[in-house]
């Protein structure tokens, strides 16, 4: 037995609110997950509406999860286009930009509730995301350069009642529970099934 | 020298605007970069904003392609937040749905232009998108599962001025020049960088 070990445990912090995050809420819901794992299925949704030339909507509205079917407070819509420039109507950012605000909101999500966690209090957290693309791809003039993004760069700038290595901690463990982050970094498998219903 | 080499060209079909889609202008698009493969190269970008807890707002506005830096109608904004059940606010659509709604948005304006472009006029195209995930990954509650999702699918319903076959081939070739599609299934490096300004 050694000092190290007898020592009195290190005074545990008690998880209080902040900066938005319902910390004590929070860590009570994966402490019920862990003694309920299939609580942790959950199946996401969108349905989409064609509307005209490149223009479509969405809406998010239910969705799968802690052991039921659950509903958003309202179906959240959102559009999607090309722009003028591809010969679109500009109707809503582009499909690709889309890609790139949801990785932005998955990192600030996790960046809030971990720091909260962590007893650490945020003042400002701001991001720019960046993807380059090679429209020679999609339009089918090069079969060697790929459809998608070819690289994503995120530059986050994070203000808090915490040391720059802390903050940057914070970052890194956001980064590594991030749903969003691994998606995109390594893939999904996408099944694409069509129903072509005869004209009345 | 045989027969087959010696019949007359097929009649090319001039292309016309259909639902929407402007097909000579696209198709001439497609040309001039086809000539000057540098406007090819796009710079797309997300700028967002932590606004409490789990909330966050992206603006896409601003973008890099067609040799300079380009501009969207106006500023669109977009929130992101986890649902009251993932103790968030529910201010927005969660992030892992905006991959959802980009998938969709991305696969649908690529059907519209490419019936455009095979002179098949479309009356409707809906799809539903949905995905499974564990989140037993990003709480940290297992080593073994992702934190991302685990399978995504989409069904389409397509009904246009075609067979069924020419319709599932529009949407067959539509996932073959997918941006999204490309990195969802495929995946993209993603770099990120924190600053951590000094608090006045």
Not at 42 to 61: D, E, I, L, P
Not at 104 to 116: D, E, Q, R
């Amino acid at each position: 037995m050694t000092a190290t070990m007898t020592a009195p445990a290190k005074a545990k912090r008690a998880p209080v609110p902040l900066h938005g995050v319902d910390t004590p809420t929070l860590l009570a819901t994966i402490n019920a997950v862990g003694d309920q794992p299939e609580l942790a299925n959950f199946k996401f949704r969108a349905k989409n509406r064609w509307v005209s030339g490149t223009h479509s909507q969405s809406t998010m509205y239910g969705f799968y999860g802690a052991g039921g079917e659950q509903e958003h407070v309202l179906p959240f819509k959102a559009d999607g286009d090309h722009p003028n420039v591809l010969c679109g109507a500009d109707a809503g950012p582009t499909p690709v930009e889309w890609v790139l605000h949801a990785l932005a909101t998955c990192l600030t999500a996790g960046i809030a509730n971990i720091a909260a966690a962590r007893g650490i209090r945020l003042s400002r957290v701001e991001s720019t995301v960046e993807g380059d693309i090679d429209l020679l791809g999609i339009f089918g003039l090069s079969d060697e350069v790929r459809n998608g993004y070819q690289a994503i760069r995120v530059s986050f700038e994070v203000e808090g009642d915490a040391s720059p290595e802390q903050l940057e901690q914070i970052v890194m463990q956001s980064r590594a529970r991030s749903a969003v982050f691994d998606i995109i970094t390594n893939g999904v498998p996408v099944a694409i099934d069509v129903k072509t219903p005869a004209i009345a």
